[in-house]
């Protein structure tokens, strides 16, 4: 009897709470009986929660230190057309309550219980970057310590704000911010902290990050500057958040596609230039590649003007300057033949100037005195113009008296021809080794923006 009356009176104990106002001291008790079957009293607490709508302090005059902590668990959207960033956080708010305090001993070893948060004053922090409404669930709770430190955690979708520079696109990578300030309170009634390091947030959500989805967390730094609101001044931390994306998306969907069909219309220079199939094949080329950009329209960004974008307007200006240039030397091998146009001074210079041994140029030397060398597929300029006549077929033509004369105009004319089929060789080259060094200098560029 004795013994289990001793053990009743124990759990009898009143765990005395100390309410502190301003001016003068209050206390409250809460029953212990029960704790660790029951949990706590709904009523046990009252008197603390009466005062929810004031800021816990002893004294006013002290402020009170909210310390803040985050989690970033998913990168969820980048809006490039409306800047916005969206993703998912874990927000961790710790801040002391003064007058909440008990004896672990006295409370069948209970140090720390949760209570709902519409029952304590919490503090206003809120984002400034944040663009949407607060989707926070309701009926949350907090968990508050025997000593009265309270640690309030929510998850929240953040929307916010974003100054994306899309420039290098798929190799972009940006840099937002958080920042987290008061709504309401100044310096002089809450100031933040910290609850953990930099550090040790960048490596939770690097561990954590659960979608493997186009953007990669690469970390996080912060600043504490102040911030000046007409003549209030507020505390604030700005979180600098690092992220790039995932680039072999766009690579296999859009840059390795693009380069496989300039390539093709590269390779199709090696057709003959008086080949009747060579400018339907550009034509189908160059319509395929309409239909590629406009089937992949929806991966690029909505706004702005990526070097992708550049890129893709260089490829198809290319493929039309081939197209036209195969137009132009199809018209002029058609028409050389019967009726060579005569040849401006200025191309003839530079056409010997190109095919001069002595000179370095992409045009191809001459073969000896009167055969060219071409790309292969090119017929050589007899086999276009056909043979000269000889002195006996011009003789059997019944002009003997001006057989001189229409072999010297036969000679010019095959002159003529030869210098323009000379020309579209060069031509030819030119656009060619033009086709090479965009390949050349697109895969450098693609391999330096991966990598750095």
């Known amino acids: 009897m004795d013994r289990s009356w001793f053990h009743r009176e124990r759990l009898s104990f009143y765990l ?3 309410l502190l106002l301003p001016e ?11 704790f660790g079957q029951n949990g706590v009293y709904t009523t046990a607490l009252d008197s603390v929660f009466e005062r929810k709508a004031f800021r816990p302090v002893i004294n006013y005059s002290i402020p009170t230190t909210v310390n803040i902590s985050f989690t970033v668990s998913a990168i969820l959207d980048v809006d490039e057309q409306l800047q916005l960033l969206s993703s998912f956080l874990w927000l961790e ?3 002391d309550n003064p007058f909440i305090s008990w004896n672990p001993e006295e409370c069948e070893g209970i140090s720390k219980i949760s209570v709902a948060t519409k029952n304590l004053w919490l503090p206003d922090i809120f984002i400034t970057e944040f663009m949407d409404v607060d989707k926070t ?9 025997n000593e009265g430190r309270i640690r309030y955690k929510k998850p929240m979708k953040v929307v916010s704000i974003c100054n994306l520079n899309i420039f290098y696109f798929p190799f972009d990578q940006q840099n937002c911010t958080l920042t987290f300030s008061s709504f309401l309170y100044t310096v002089e009634y809450i100031s933040l902290g910290m609850e953990k390091e930099v550090w040790e947030i960048t490596d939770t959500s690097q561990d954590i990050i659960q979608s493997h989805g186009e953007w990669e967390l690469l970390g996080i730094n912060k600043a504490t500057p102040k911030k000046s609101v007409g003549t209030n001044l507020y505390d604030q931390i700005i979180f600098y958040v690092a992220i790039r994306r995932r680039p072999k998306l766009y690579i296999m969907n859009l840059l390795v596609p693009s380069s496989f069909l300039v390539t093709i219309d590269a390779l199709s220079f090696y057709l003959p230039a008086g080949s009747e199939n060579r400018a339907p094949f550009k034509i189908m080329l160059l319509l395929g590649y309409n239909v590629f950009l406009l089937m992949m329209n929806d991966l690029l960004p909505a706004s702005g003007t990526p070097l992708i974008s550049v890129y893709f307007a260089l490829c198809l200006s290319l493929m039309v300057l081939s197209l036209l240039e195969t137009i132009f030397i199809s018209y002029l091998l058609h028409l050389a033949p019967t009726q060579p146009p005569p040849m401006p001074r200025w191309l003839h210079s530079l056409l010997l100037h190109c095919t001069s041994p002595r000179t370095c140029c992409p045009a191809v030397p001459w073969k000896g005195n009167t055969g060219l060398d071409h790309l292969p597929g090119m017929k050589e300029p ?7 006549p000889g002195p006996r077929e011009t003789e059997l033509n019944g002009c003997p008296g001006s057989t001189s004369a229409q072999q010297e105009d036969k000679a010019q004319k095959q002159h003529l021809v030869s210098l323009w089929v000379q020309f579209s060789h060069m031509m030819d080259t030119l656009l060619f080794c033009l086709y090479l060094l965009f390949l050349a200098t697109s895969i450098v560029t693609v391999i330096i923006l991966w990598n750095t």
């Open 24 to 34: 003068r001291g209050s206390t409250f008790t809460i029953n212990c009986t029960g």
């Open 93 to 95: 708010m710790v801040w």
């Open 16 to 18: 005395v709470l100390s």
């Open 137 to 145: 669930p309701k009926g949350l709770k907090a968990f508050i310590s």
């Open 382 to 388: 007899m086999e276009l113009v056909g043979k000269l």
